[in-house]
């Protein structure tokens, strides 16, 4: 089944300063890894207050993040669900270079985030590997490749990655042994040493 969601949100300066707060990005990394989900079940998952991730919640939604989900729930019991699939930064130079100070920390906030969340779900694997089954244990990667490149390669290279990536999404649907499956993507320059 396709997702009926936009694909990937494309961040400015306005959404990006609406987004960047830590609960909020967790918040949204949740919807979008797990589907929808009530403010307490949010809670509950990431270990914080009902009343906290519910403003939280309301927060995004006035900022286009996230919907109400009116198929689930009762009166009582609100559901929500990601807005997209994802998020991306078109020029992450741009808004680097902002003007406004607030908008440069709202980027900051947004990378370290999206690093510690990164950090997280590969030591959560490494924690927890042994627990898979061989062929996941196999079929699993932790590589790193150190490459020369101009600023064009580099640019061309993530957005073949992006494109490939993309192209799996859907072919794993309807196969019971399919997996919920994390890849993370690090390209940046490094100097010599």
């Not at 699993?140 to 494109?163: I, K, V």
């Amino acid at each position: 089944m396709t997702d009926p969601r936009p694909p990937i949100r494309s961040l400015d300066p306005r959404s990006l300063r609406a987004l960047a707060h830590p609960l909020r990005i967790r918040i949204l990394d949740a919807l979008q890894e797990y589907g929808p989900a009530t403010a307490s079940r949010l809670a509950d998952r990431l270990d914080e207050s009902s009343g906290a991730t519910s403003y939280h919640l309301r927060q995004l939604a006035a900022h286009g993040f996230v919907e109400e989900d009116t198929a689930r729930g009762t009166a009582r019991e609100r559901w929500w669900r990601a807005a997209q699939r994802g998020t991306r930064l078109d020029d992450l130079g741009e808004i680097d270079r902002h003007p406004d100070p607030e908008v440069r920390g709202a980027l900051s906030l947004l990378m370290h985030e999206t690093a510690t969340r990164h950090s997280r779900d590969l030591n959560t694997w490494l924690g927890t590997m042994r627990d898979w089954p061989e062929e996941w244990r196999e079929a699993s990667d932790l590589s790193s490749f150190t490459l020369r490149l101009t600023p064009e390669l580099a640019g061309e290279l993530n957005a073949r990655l992006h494109e490939l990536v993309e192209s799996y999404r859907e072919k794993a649907a309807g196969d019971e042994r399919a997996e919920r499956v994390r890849v993370h993507l690090h390209s940046f320059p490094r100097a010599e040493d």
